[in-house]
């Protein structure tokens, strides 16, 4: 298996040493230059692309986690044949998969041909990320996630949730991602909008990722191009 890693939160966040550290050495990193969160499937088609290397096996380059993922497969190392993406800072649960740069990256695997899995850590509030939590979190999903068949065209969303420190270990559910809209409010300040959302208060389908993962456990589900 030969794993490609990228994310959206740029190559020198927390979340993507967190995701490596859960993995082995045989790894290729492509991630973009700069924090791109919320860019969705996003491609950089009319402006040329600059591909930096940071260490061995390590790229910057200065385009979205989609381009990082074609880059990577088409100019690269065209072996690769296992697509990771995070660890993200923040949710992206249910209808965030639409918005998500973490989750697009693996949307294009999937438009490949590949498998893939994107990983996610909810932050409540204003509360620090236990990142070397989410390492080992990682670690015990990806042991069972590598080893279970994906048909063509599919990948996995993992969504991490915000325990406290004394709290046990979570229960990791498969649950099928909520389909229920953000909640969207404007605030107008003069002939200005902006957006107001309490991301926690969102609406929840019993039983679909945003209720499981706010309930504290793992959410893991199965998207459909």
Request: glycine share 8%.
């Amino acid at each position: 298996m030969k794993l490609l890693v990228t994310n959206d939160d740029g190559v020198d966040a927390p979340g993507l040493q967190a995701l490596l550290q859960a993995l082995g050495e045989d790894v290729m990193v492509v991630a973009p230059d700069q924090e791109l969160s919320g860019c969705s499937h996003q491609v950089t088609t009319r402006q040329p692309l600059q591909l930096q290397q940071r260490a061995e096996q390590v790229f910057a380059l200065s385009g979205t986690p989609v381009d990082c993922v074609r880059v990577a497969l088409r100019h690269l190392d065209p072996a690769l044949n296992y697509v990771l993406s995070g660890i993200n800072q923040g949710a992206n649960l249910g209808t965030d998969i639409y918005i998500s740069g973490t989750v697009a990256a693996i949307r294009e695997a999937a438009l490949h041909g590949l498998p893939g899995i994107a990983f996610s850590q909810y932050r409540r509030g204003k509360h620090p990320i236990d990142w070397a939590r989410a390492t080992r979190w990682t670690r015990r999903v990806m042991a069972d996630l590598i080893q279970l068949p994906l048909p063509p065209g599919n990948f996995w969303n993992v969504n991490f949730p915000h325990l406290e420190p004394e709290q046990p270990d979570p229960a990791v559910i498969f649950c099928p991602p909520c389909t229920r809209p953000l909640s969207v409010n404007f605030r107008v300040e003069g002939a200005q909008l902006y957006y107001v959302g309490e991301y926690a208060q969102r609406s929840r389908t019993p039983g679909a990722d945003v209720d499981v993962c706010f309930s504290g456990a793992i959410a893991v589900s199965e998207i459909h191009l």
